[in-house]
């Protein structure tokens, strides 16, 4: 019989994916327990996220924190453990499961609490645009523009069919009226890159949002940020690249550009919406910048894990 591995803290978000499951937290201890888990349990609130319970764990000196939840649940977990020796094991359990997919990290509960207790632990990058931590992108121009549609979207769904509808035709809206916008990019200080664009991204990870692949390539700790955008796109352009994204594939498109880079200075005229990971973190300029091993992750055994070669420009 295992022994229980104490000094082990568990942060569930109940209300993630999209059914929900009285049992959750039952079924959660007994999988860890037949791993040899005992974990001290706490869930999240609408005005607890996790990432203080996770900085106050690092704190006291915990040396694993798993969080169970979406893919907001685990950034915001992951931002309270940034340089710190704690680990994280992560349990998907939200709709997408970018990151975990990102990672190599499997749905099924059990074998994601296998790979916290017999995977190994390794170091992976964080992003950070002005003072924000990151995990998957930072997206400038209208993606970031229609977030909050998407978000009055989401919101409606559950309580207000029209009010969800009226979102729907907002986004519309914003997406027939915005146009291209000249924008200046600045790699590492040195490089620059003058473009006219819809929008921009940076990824640190390989996917995001409705399970996009803007960049296949990327790796989550390889020291660098991958950008990607279209020079002076069409909005059917911008959809094909999209919809291609969803399919985890990158459009053949000649002015398709990929670099790669640890810091990105990104100036717009005018400025520019910015979003991390969904949220919104205002206008441009912005810098956005890679803290490489700023976190200790479990992940599969390297057999499991390997990566395709990288094929982005380094600049």
Known sequence: MKTPEMNSLLIVNP??????????????????????????????????NGERLAANAAKAGISLVIVAGGDGTIEAVARGLVYTETALGIIPLGTRNN??????????????????KEGKRDRFDMGKANNHYFMEVVGVGLEATLFPCGDKVKEGIKKNYLAALKSIFAGIRTFLQFRPHRLVLRFDGRRIRRLRTLQINICNSSRYGVEFALAPEAKMNDGKLDIVYIDNPSKWDHLRHFFTAMRGEQLPHKRLKTYRASTIEVRSY??????????????????VEVIPQALWICVPAPERSENSPTKAVSV
């Not at 005018?270 to 810098?287: F, K, N, R, S």
């Open 99 to 116: 990151i975990a997919a990102s990672l190599n990290i499997p749905n099924d509960l059990a074998q994601a609490i296998q790979i916290v």
């Open 15 to 48: 209300t993630s994916g999209p059914v929900e499951n009285p049992g959750l937290i039952d079924d959660l201890t007994e999988l860890l327990q037949a791993q040899g888990i005992q974990a001290e349990i706490c869930t999240t609130t609408p005005d607890e």
């Open 270 to 287: 005018p400025p520019l919406e910015v979003h991390a990971d969904g949220e919104c973190l205002g206008t441009t300029p912005v810098v």
